[in-house]
């Protein structure tokens, strides 16, 4: 029998409150990558909330495996980048295989100046390891075996039954973030549609212990020899584990192609020789993209798989699980904490379905291209393969899975249109590029500069005493943001309250497109609020109260 | 319409025979094949995404 590497249980504890209840302002259900980050997001933010799970184990099998970019910009902010980092496999080059020839490679080295690299690969229970280390690093556990068997919703709270191997109780919770992933037990209880497409498609995925020259790249084939009319995706994992995902097609049998004697000599064949491999984990999936029409129900709040699911191709779960973890615990916390209205929640729903069909659009798009679904459909998924090796634009359509990027809060609530013009990418709802900038005399990276506070970014004018009057200024600003401004290298200003960055490779304003005076305002997920290019104290103040959920109300609303 | 559809290839019969002439000796399958690399060439060099779906629409329209 195939098993995991890496096994970790944890320890149930009998609940004190048993036939009683718990009273907490949060009640997060299911431990998975989104349950985690909401978890150590909240406590970082001073929200006392409570962690169900109906097992005592973190994920098994293969599940999750490659972490975009901007998922561990996040997962540093939450303080657990480095383990993820550390322990998992970086890679940049991608080839893609058709027939039996090389159709073509890319390389997603991605320009220098940022901390983090373009994907890291890593089992999804290295990830859960490492995120629950941070959890109790930061004072939070989570209540193992503890499963929500019901859920009854009003207009102030939740209140949850929680069966435990002791017996039940009650959790009483202000708010509650539904992160019970794709089968989510907390939609049924609210009786919510779960809409979407099932794909007519089986996957064979095996996991593989193997050590030997492989280079590490992700490897995918359209109807390669070993596999003729499916495709193949090979990846790299941690601790020499290879994921390969065999495209099986419909009328497969499930249970007999879980069988060793069935895959073996598939992977046999794929490998070409006889190097030796251990079996480590063999599963077949369908998959479907689907998710609810809103994130926000009342008190209750998706997310994650429980909330959108997509197909596998472009590695869109666990990433997007993780930004709309990002996206909503600032503001969860900010209306727990009494700073900000409620409508703001609102902006979770505005802000998160579009990424997630963003998301949905981006895997069901790759999934027509893997799998065509009319004869003609297939001709012209082959002459865009056979025309890619010679011909660039031909490689620009081939779609073997578009990966992860986050998305961009174009149409927010909580943003106003940029007034003033910007040559950036940078538009109010994009996430903030890293850079690397010196403070203090010491080298690092903007990002580690933001965390997690609401920022006013300011590029500071070049000439030392323009410099002196911008200190001034924004030290005599009562705002409650974190104020950071950047100035040329060695232009050697320093205040007691502020933040001075030095650019020191002129990246940061360039990213920016920043010139002397420009300020951005930066939530306190590093989404770019509003962008200005000459200081205005009002227009400042309007944006702020925006990310509390104060929206402007016309002038002669009564 | 971004499309041009009013008369634009100088001499009309030697592209037509041509067209002909590249499928010359094809079966079906091969023939299909080219039509669908020449369907992604052209489409590369027109490049508006507005005139080539003008064109999808001309080309179903009827079927």
Redesign the interface.
């Known amino acids: 029998m195939p098993r995991t590497h890496a096994q970790a249980s944890f320890a149930y504890q009998r609940p004190a409150e048993l036939g009683g209840e718990l009273r907490v302002p949060v009640a997060i259900v299911g431990a998975g990558p989104v349950g985690l980050a909401c978890a150590i997001d909240l406590a970082l933010q001073g929200v006392r909330a409570v962690v169900l799970d109906d097992n005592d184990t973190v994920s098994t099998g293969s599940r999750a495996i490659c972490y975009a970019k901007r998922t561990l910009e996040v997962l540093d902010r939450l303080g657990c980048a480095e383990s993820v980092t550390q322990r998992g496999v970086r890679w940049n080059v991608g080839k893609v295989f058709h027939r039996d020839r090389l159709a073509y490679q890319f390389d997603l080295l991605p320009e220098g100046g940022h901390k983090h690299p373009a994907f890291v690969n890593l089992q999804q229970y290295h990830l859960e390891a490492a995120m629950l280390d941070r959890l109790l690093a930061v004072d939070g556990s989570v209540r193992w075996k503890n499963r929500v068997a019901g859920a009854m919703p009003d207009a102030d709270g939740v209140t949850l039954a929680v069966a435990t191997p002791d017996g039940d109780y009650k959790v009483r919770a202000d708010w509650v973030i539904a992160c019970d992933g794709a089968r989510s037990p907390m939609r049924d209880y609210l009786g919510l549609d779960w809409k979407g497409q099932v794909f007519r498609d089986r996957f064979l995925i095996a996991d593989v212990h193997m050590s030997g020259e492989f280079p590490t790249e992700r490897w995918f084939w359209f109807d390669p020899p070993f596999h003729p009319h499916q495709s193949v995706l090979l990846h790299r994992q941690a601790d020499d584990v290879w994921r390969i995902d065999f495209q099986l097609g419909w009328d497969a049998d499930p249970d007999r192609e879980k069988q060793p004697e069935r895959v073996v000599p598939r992977i046999r064949a794929m490998l070409g020789d006889d190097r030796p491999f251990e079996l480590t984990w063999v599963s077949v999936y369908t998959f479907q993209c689907r998710r609810l029409d809103r994130f926000v129900h009342g008190r209750v709040l998706f997310a994650g798989d429980a909330a959108h699911q997509v197909s596998p191709f472009g590695a869109r779960g666990a990433n997007g699980g993780i930004q709309d973890a990002d996206n909503l615990c600032w503001k969860l916390a900010s209306v727990v904490h009494g700073e900000a209205l409620p409508p703001l929640l609102d902006s979770y729903d505005a802000e998160r379905v579009p990424a997630a069909d963003e998301n949905i659009l981006n895997s069901t798009r790759s999934t027509d291209f893997i799998t065509p679904k009319s004869p003609m459909s297939r001709v012209f998924r082959d002459a865009v393969l056979d025309l890619a090796v010679r011909h660039p634009f031909a490689r620009r359509l081939v779609n073997s899975g578009r990966l992860s990027l986050p998305s961009i809060y174009r149409d927010s609530p909580l943003h106003a249109p940029d007034l003033d013009a910007f040559a950036s990418v940078m538009v109010p709802g994009a996430p903030a590029v890293d850079a690397p900038v010196v403070m203090a005399g010491a080298s690092g990276w903007l990002l580690d500069v933001l965390g997690g506070a609401t920022v006013a970014l300011y590029f500071a004018a070049s000439d030392p005493g323009s410099v002196r009057v911008d200190i001034d200024r924004l030290a005599r600003w009562k705002a409650d943001v974190r104020i950071v401004m950047v100035t040329k290298p060695g232009a050697g200003a320093a205040h007691a309250d502020i933040r001075v960055l030095e650019d020191v490779d002129g990246l940061l304003a360039q990213r920016y497109d920043a010139t002397p005076g420009t300020l951005y305002l930066l939530r306190r997920d590093q989404h770019v609020a509003a962008r200005w290019r000459r200081w205005d104290a009002e227009a400042v103040t309007r944006a702020l109260h925006r990310l509390q959920g104060r929206m402007e109300v016309p002038a002669h609303a009564a | 319409m971004r499309l041009e559809t009013g008369p634009n290839i100088p001499a009309p019969d030697d592209f037509y025979q041509a067209l002909i002439d590249a499928h010359a000796g094809l079966d079906d399958a091969r023939s ?2 080219l039509n ?2 020449l ?3 052209l489409a ?1 060099h027109v490049g508006d995404l507005e005139a080539l779906r003008e064109a999808l629409a001309l080309a179903r329209d009827g079927l």
């Open positions: 299909a094949a669908a690399r369907v992604l060439l590369n």
